[in-house]
């Protein structure tokens, strides 16, 4: 049993289904699940793959996990690189906890993150396949076929297409997915090393040809291949011969590749869905939009996804916010996936596509922009994922819609240690506390602290540990005042600013 967002009961066999369990849908079924809203997770696999094409975890993914209380945890599970090698690109001074990119196979995050939505109760079903999505004013139904063959249908008040690039409930919506193919006839294979390389990850781009070498730490190595020369369908059997003469000419070497577990080749798009929404159905991940491989962005941009939607979804659904919330799903997170194809795109083309005879100036000019201390910052904030800000309303403070830094709170824990309630959170100066009075009247859907070394200010932070509001009123009478307003206003919902 359900309920329908701010009104009397509908029969739901759950408020919300996911469907696809990788690493996005696992985020939002924890998210949901943690706040109180009953969730279905369905998913075609049946059983954990060691198999994977993402390997690479950002900085501001690991953020929102830290804000989940299991960064740390998959943190353990691989190796911290903090320089990008190809461009040479310095992590390490980042403003953040994680100054680096953790390399380590999708599996982990999956097995993470699927411990933690169980934790808290999302119901996993695994071997069921979703044959058709339809909805109506009051719900979504989801049909679904199990592994036995059997049909069945599930209804829900909204539903998320988690499911990836060939998304069934895209394809039920009827939504376009334009776009165009970035790389074709790319090679993967999950190796082991007669001679590891002594700095991995190794990287080479010589016109014709890329390689990269990856290591996931418990003795396997994640290689990448492409080249100009040999440009195959999808279908075309690859050997690891293959792979080791591509890496040669790349690398110089081939670093005594043998035992694969996993080979294939595939080619990669640059697409995005015009609407993430439809009605009460949601795209995100891999649904709504793919992109080159280069720079590792894919899995994380999923991530974010769905770390966006999660509070706003649990916000309408416990009747905190009204559903015109949902809509800023949309708005804030199809630029995010527009400006990753972009880059991604820029990434890849500047590696494939430089002539062999002037790979030494691309080289070189890399490394001569990076210089600036300048550049290297922005570039190193756009890698790491932690320059996404969404846009603010005109006369908004600010702060509004950034990242929210992690501050040390007069309690003796971190900022996003205090997010991981899944409520919003107001901070305020440790020399400018709020009044009891205020606590008592929205304790149950904010929490509020103090900050050491906050000025000036106080700031009101969103779930997924972006700033709703901030105000820099001096006068604790005045800036009292307003908090009440935007507490009363939208303590489950999106701010004004100031």
Request: charged residues 25%.
């Amino acid at each position: 049993m359900g309920g329908r967002p701010g009104g009397g009961p509908v029969d739901f066999d759950a408020q919300v289904v996911i469907v696809g369990a990788g690493p996005a849908g696992l985020l939002l079924a924890g998210d949901l699940a943690e706040s109180g809203v009953s969730t279905i997770v369905v998913e075609r696999r049946v059983r954990d793959s060691e198999l994977t094409r993402a390997f690479s975890v950002n900085a501001r993914t690991l953020e929102q996990l830290d804000a989940r209380g299991v960064a740390d945890e998959l943190v353990a599970t691989g190796l911290r690189n903090p320089v990008l090698q190809f461009l040479q690109i310095d992590l390490s001074r980042l403003p953040t906890r994680y100054p680096h990119v953790l390399v380590t196979p999708q599996y982990n995050t999956e097995r993470v993150l699927r411990a933690r939505a169980r934790t808290h109760g999302a119901d996993l079903r695994e071997g069921c396949e979703v044959t058709d999505v339809r909805q109506d004013a009051d719900g979504v139904e989801v049909r679904v076929r199990d592994a036995d063959g059997a049909g069945h249908t599930l209804r829900a008040a909204y539903v998320v297409g988690a499911d990836g690039r060939n998304s069934t409930v895209r394809r039920c919506l009827g939504l376009p997915f334009p776009g165009r193919a970035a790389v074709r006839s790319m090679m993967l294979a999950d190796v082991r090393l007669a001679e590891p390389p002594r700095k991995p990850p190794t990287v080479g781009a010589v016109g014709d040809a890329f390689a990269i070498v990856v290591p996931f730490g418990d003795g396997w190595f994640r290689v990448m291949a492409w080249s100009r020369r040999h440009q195959m369908p999808d279908s075309a059997s690859v050997d690891l011969e293959e792979v080791k003469a591509i890496a040669r000419r790349a690398l110089g070497r081939d670093f005594g590749m043998h035992d694969p577990r996993w080979i294939s080749r595939f080619h990669s798009d640059e697409r995005q869905s015009p609407r993430y929404r439809d009605g009460r159905v949601f795209l995100v991940g891999d649904a709504a939009h793919v992109h080159s491989p280069a720079g590792g962005m894919g899995m994380n941009t999923s991530i974010q996804d769905s770390a966006n939607l999660g509070w706003k979804l649990a916000a309408v659904l416990r009747g905190r916010a009204p559903e015109a919330l949902l809509d800023s799903y949309q708005a804030e997170r199809h630029p995010v996936g527009r400006r990753v194809i972009r880059r991604s795109g820029a990434l890849l083309r500047g590696v494939l596509t430089t002539p062999r005879a002037l790979c030494g100036v691309r080289d070189f000019a890399a490394r001569t922009v990076l210089r600036f201390p300048p550049v290297a910052r922005r570039l190193a904030r756009a890698m790491a994922g932690i320059d996404i800000a969404y846009r603010a309303a005109a006369g908004t403070h600010p702060l509004t819609g950034k990242r929210v830094p992690d501050i040390p709170l007069t309690d003796g824990r971190r900022l996003y240690e205090a997010l991981r309630g899944r409520r919003f959170v107001l901070v305020t100066p440790a020399d400018a506390p709020f009044p009891g009075s205020i606590a008592g009247e929205w304790g149950s859907g904010v929490e509020f602290v103090t900050a050491v070394g906050l000025v000036g200010r106080a700031v009101l932070v969103r779930p997924d540990a972006y700033i709703a509001w901030a105000t820099s009123e001096r006068s604790a009478e005045g800036r009292d005042v307003r908090i009440r307003e935007v507490l009363a206003a939208s303590c489950g919902g999106v701010v004004a600013g100031e």
